[in-house]
């Protein structure tokens, strides 16, 4: 999808003006009119008088190589280091948000004094009207942690990148895509268990990390909410004695941050993004056998019994490490992360007890893992 991009004029000290954009439009529901976007140096300093640049990520369809995508609002910081940012979204980003469950997912870029890329991060906002969504969302001051270096990598060097300064504005470009597996959770069932299934998809999303290739290193910049935007669901079917990570298949975009300067030249900044953009539907499957801790009286546990059945939707799911490894790049995920994975155990009648119990001291209605015994 090709972006509009504006061109901001610059001042005189290389600084990108700020534009203050209108209100949020109060049709997209329960997100509020404003961010608040707090920016400190590498030493956790506030970091005072610089631009924040803000755009939406393409989450909730796929991409194609040669997509751009710029920044559409702005603010400067004041002299706490917390700009106002206030979300004015056009119908284009509007509909991004609708196609993936309500949920808008936001980069911010901060730029240093001389105009030149410095901090990045990314937010999660809730657009739609529901409570327990709603209720998933991370309040309070979105934060970036500046670079001890503006723009520096293997690739671009600082002469190369302050000769094209100052930019007109910054837009990434899509590289590449493709699409991997990716953990969403596990099953855990005991020998006892005709059927123990895992579902994901109608009332499921998830969170997963966005990387960011700054001064020649990769970082966690955030992570990107990811919304059924399929309407569909799909599982597994795990049995007796199963014991299994899930997995299911979600896109990635690798993209490219450019400059534009006078004269429309295009300069490659040397920073890098990797990111979900939509789940593709189709098949959940099992992969990497995951262990479990034995029962003990530490953890708390719910007896079943002979024929007994158990389900839940919930949304305590831990988040997985390494869940998915994009072009090399490992990024972990969250499941259930705004809505429910469904979980169904139907206990069969060769054993009289059957036990399910969660990990990290919680009960099985709210623990992040549930694991399960005969004994």
């Known amino acids: 999808m090709e972006r509009t991009h504006t061109a901001h004029r610059v001042t005189a000290a290389g600084m990108l003006a700020v534009l203050l954009a209108a209100a949020l439009p109060s049709s997209v529901g329960a997100a509020g009119p404003g961010l608040a976007v707090g920016v400190v140096d590498a030493t956790g300093r506030p970091a005072a008088g610089l631009t924040v640049l803000v755009g939406v990520l393409p ?4 991409s194609a190589a040669g997509d751009r995508y710029g920044y559409t609002m702005q603010a400067s910081t004041d002299s706490s280091g917390v700009a106002s940012v206030v979300l004015a979204l056009t119908p284009a980003e509007r509909d991004l948000a609708a196609r993936n469950n309500d949920w808008l997912n936001l980069s911010m ?17 809730y657009l739609g009207q529901r409570p327990d ?11 970036v942690r500046l670079a001890p270096s503006a723009v520096t990598s293997s690739a671009v ?38 059927t123990a299934k895992f579902t994901y998809g109608a009332t499921a999303d998830s969170s997963i990390d966005v990387g960011i290739l700054q001064s020649g290193s990769w970082f966690i ?44 030249s295009h300069q490659y900044m040397g920073q890098e993004r990797r990111y979900a ?3 593709r539907g ?3 499957i099992n992969s990497y056998v995951v262990s479990q801790p034995a029962r003990t009286a530490s953890l708390p546990a719910d007896w079943f019994p002979k024929g007994g059945f158990w389900d839940r939707t919930s949304n305590q799911f831990s988040k997985v490490s390494a869940a998915v490894s994009a072009w090399g790049l490992d990024l972990g995920s969250q499941s259930g992360a705004s809505t429910y994975v469904n979980l169904h155990y139907e206990f069969g009648t060769a054993r009289s007890a059957h036990w399910l119990y969660g990990s990290s001291g919680a009960d099985i209605a709210h623990a992040p893992k549930i694991y399960a015994s005969d004994s």
């Not at 969504?133 to 979105?142: E, L, M, N, T, Y």
């Not at 600082?158 to 969403?184: D, H, I, M, R, S």
């Not at 799909?234 to 990570?245: D, E, K, L, R, T």
Request: proline fraction near 2%; include cysteine.
């Open 277 to 279: 953009t939509s789940w």
């Open 157 to 194: 060097g600082v002469a190369t990148v302050t000769a094209l300064l100052p930019c007109l504005y910054y837009f990434w470009e899509t590289y590449q895509t493709n699409w991997y597996y990716t953990k969403v959770g596990m099953l855990n069932s005991a020998s006892d268990t005709p």
């Open 221 to 264: 910049s955030g992570s990107a909410h990811i919304g059924n935007s399929v309407s569909v669901a799909a599982g597994i079917n795990g049995g007796s004695n199963y014991h299994w990570q899930m997995l299911t298949g979600f896109n990635y975009n690798d993209d490219f941050l450019y400059c534009v300067a006078q004269g429309n």
């Open 109 to 125: 870029l901060v730029l240093d004094s001389n105009g030149a890329p410095a901090g990045h991060s990314t937010v999660q906002r």
């Open 59 to 62: 989450t909730g369809q796929a």
């Open 282 to 284: 189709g098949s959940v």
């Open 133 to 143: 969504q709603a209720a998933q969302q991370v309040a309070g001051v979105a934060s």
